[in-house]
């Protein structure tokens, strides 16, 4: 965007004398003021001290605090926050966390301009939201486009007109899903006025008065309805607003109607508090002015099909002008603003958005900014923190070479982004590079990543990608892809290729040739053949097979019951299994001061479901919640039961694992680097060169936290370049 030159260096005293410069506290003020002498403070182009001014007016509007003011005022003289010295993140953390809001939001507006009009703008709201850390930037950032927009008349054409695009793309729609109206209208009717001048002009001929009139009219009409409401005994509360130029086009737009035809031209709402209060509020209406003949609709009795409910109807109210008069009880008017009947889905016909978690995320931010609003400290933090908690986005936001945003889940991979933008893009696959740099296919994306896929003239997906553990695919639409692939091979390839997946992952943990029937019959498969199918296709992982096939192991080495002299049949109690590694380093929470030890008879894994047992002089033994021993102690002395979990500091096995590969430069360096970055711990190693003197045997001792994580670090050691094999010794 080409802006003008700063003209002139910013007067500090002009800004943060303003009124609603006032939210500052004392010591921010006081920093401001000095950072402002600093010779190198300086302005952005579009920042002029009337443009920084007026937003601070703005926020004021919003009642912003003094955090959200500071971090507004710092934005458009970037030069004060040098000026503030090293200490300024310290000293004030949540405004220097606002600034790098707004910094982010600066990609946005850059992809905006990129993009131009050849595609969607929904993907780039989506984006900021999520890029958006902390929602107090987004009124800043309304707040500033709303002053830049009202003193847009000096800005070259172009400037101007790429400014109003937008602030209807992107800052106008983000308003109205926000429910901050005190902004809205007035971004739209700017945004409108640049780029539709002669519509614009055209429109305001039409209405019979300015905008200041007709917001004198409604605060008439409200006084005079309360008082009439009041006088017949219907509790209500009214509010009402005149419809601007821009809303009033797109209705005659949507209608295909003239102007003379629309009856919401002015308007006002009654909020009751149950059904009764409606009709009876309607009667009021109705009483106190003539209503315009099929000009009624009930949608309580017949609400519309995304369950909108509200009482509408149009009178010739005051002066003899068509007012319109909408109905509800609260309960309903929260429906209309927040859930599925929200006012913004409609407004934007059109837009791609109907998804819960989205929908979900927006009706919390509107009541947390409506929480910022009433001046509530309590209850904004309380708001904040379930946003953090509840409300963690589960979706990414990537963008292709050209700038177009695609929407992914969490967790999602450049595999995910290649079969999302075609199919055979993913067949084809063979690498990626996020923000030009190579990653590997299992590198999980975050917002704003910007993905390339390299991809060979012909090919074909990997088996491991269809693994869970492996980490390639986390969209189900991708992995279900991949697996129709495999589904059209023949049997036998298959066959042939589960076979090798799993006798992979059973030579890595020490079960090459073991007897198949116990997973087999876990899983309800005939045959080895269809266990192998299995696998190939993806249905079954290679490491859950591992899994039935040890907890086997560990069944039959379980001591058996023993008949008592009564005849009842008793469990031998096995003694304490001394775990590897210190006592220190297997530990129990919810219990204190007693031994800990896992039991024989079901043998729990760190992250399954267990429970406690309190036995006699043996301490805590741990069970699985379905272990048919715990169920029968449990059973004759229940208050012997506790509730336990898996500790997390210090927690762990240890294991020795084997790595045979080629004697190359790095390889020690990648080989420890998979092992931090898969959060496992390496307490020895030991490397040994062979014979052949090109090769070299690395032996290593390792702490994991369970099974799951041992597997998957062995798959990724394996797949390093030059790595013939790595195993459990």
């Known amino acids: 965007m080409n802006v003008p030159a700063a003209q002139s260096r910013p007067d500090p005293t002009h800004v943060l004398a303003q009124p609603a410069a006032a939210a500052l506290a004392a010591p921010l003020r006081k920093a401001l003021l000095e950072a402002a002498q600093a010779p190198q403070a300086g302005a952005n182009a579009l920042d002029a001290p009337e443009v920084v001014a007026a937003t601070l007016d703005a926020l004021a509007l919003l009642d912003a605090d003094s955090d959200t003011v500071a971090a507004a005022i710092l934005h458009a003289y970037p030069g004060w926050a040098s000026a503030m010295g090293a200490g300024f993140e310290r000293d004030y953390p949540v405004v220097a966390a606002l600034l790098d809001g707004q910094r982010a939001a600066g990609q946005v507006w850059a992809l905006h301009a990129e993009q131009g009009r050849h595609s969607g703008t929904e993907g780039l709201r989506r984006l900021l939201l999520a890029i958006v850390r902390d929602l107090r930037v987004v009124p800043i950032l309304l707040a500033r486009q709303l002053a830049r927009m009202r003193h847009a008349d000096h800005l070259p054409a172009d400037t101007r007109r790429e400014l109003a695009a937008l602030t209807r793309d992107i800052h106008a729609p983000l308003a109205n899903r926000l429910g901050i109206w005190q902004l809205k209208w007035e971004l739209e009717d700017l945004a409108f006025r640049y780029l539709e001048p002669q519509t614009y002009q055209k429109i305001a001929r039409l209405l019979d008065e300015k905008r200041g009139d007709r917001e004198r009219y409604i605060e008439q009409v409200k006084r005079t309805l309360r008082e009439a409401m009041s006088a017949q005994g219907v509790k209500a509360e009214v509010a009402g607003r005149p419809k601007h130029i821009y809303s009033i086009w797109k209705k005659m737009q ?8 629309l009856y919401d031209l002015r308007a006002v709402r009654v909020m009751v508090d149950d059904l009764g209060a409606c009709y009876a509020a309607l009667g009021v209406v109705h009483a106190t002015w003539t209503p315009v003949p099929s000009e009624f609709d009930d949608y309580i009795a017949r609400p519309k099909r995304n369950d909108y409910r509200s009482l509408h109807t149009a009178v010739i109210g ?3 002008k068509t007012l319109e008069v909408q109905i509800r009880t609260h309960e309903m008017h929260r429906q209309a603003e927040l859930g599925v009947a929200a006012h913004w889905k409609y407004k934007e016909a059109g837009s791609h958005s109907a998804d819960a978690a989205f929908d979900r995320k927006i009706a919390w931010m509107r009541r947390l900014l409506d929480a910022k609003g009433d001046g509530g400290q309590g209850g904004d933090e309380a708001l904040a923190s379930e946003l953090d908690t509840e409300l963690v986005e589960d979706r990414v936001y990537v963008l292709t070479p050209k700038g177009e945003v695609i929407d992914l889940p969490t967790g999602a991979t450049p595999l995910d982004f290649a079969y999302h933008v075609h199919t055979e893009v993913g067949h084809r696959c063979r690498g990626a590079k996020v923000d030009g740099r190579i990653v590997p296919l299992d590198h999980k994306l975050r917002s704003g990543d910007r993905v390339e896929i390299l991809t060979a003239k012909t090919g074909e997906p990997r088996r491991d990608w269809l693994v869970l553990a492996n980490g390639f695919l986390a969209s189900n639409r991708s992995r279900e892809k991949v697996r129709n692939w495999f589904h059209k091979l023949d049997r036998s390839r298959n066959e042939t290729a589960g076979r090798e997946l799993l006798d992979k992952e059973l030579r890595r943990l020490g079960l090459l040739g073991a007897d198949l029937a116990p997973a087999r019959e876990r899983f309800m498969l005939a045959s080895d053949g269809d266990l192998y199918v299995q696998v190939a296709l993806g249905d079954l992982g290679p490491h859950q097979i591992g899994r039935a096939l040890l907890e086997h192991e560990r069944a039959q080495s379980a001591p058996p019951p023993v008949a008592s002299a009564s005849g009842t049949t008793v469990l031998t109690p096995p003694a304490p299994r001394k775990l590897p590694g210190k ?33 006699r002089g043996r301490g805590v033994s741990v069970h699985r919640p379905g272990c048919q021993a715990f169920e029968r102690l449990a059973a004759a002395t229940p208050q012997r039961v506790l509730p336990v979990e898996w500790g997390r500091k210090g927690s762990g096995y240890e294991v020795d694992i084997e790595v045979l590969a080629l004697d190359r430069k790095w390889l020690l360096k990648e080989v420890t680097n998979v092992i931090a970055q898969a959060n496992a711990h390496v307490l020895s190693i030991r490397s040994d060169v062979e014979r052949n003197g090109a090769q070299v045997r690395l032996r290593l001792r390792l702490r994991v936290a369970d099974y799951g994580q041992l597997s998957t670090l062995l798959g990724k050691l394996s797949s390093l370049p030059a790595v013939e094999y790595a195993q459990r010794q």
């Open 318 to 320: 005051p002066e003899g």
């Open 254 to 261: 949507r209608k295909d109607a003239p102007i003379s035809e």
């Open 583 to 615: 006592s220190t380093d297997f530990t129990v929470e919810g219990v204190g001061n007693l031994l800990v030890q896992l039991a024989r008879c079901c043998q729990p894994l760190p992250g399954e479901p267990i429970v406690g047992y309190l036995t």
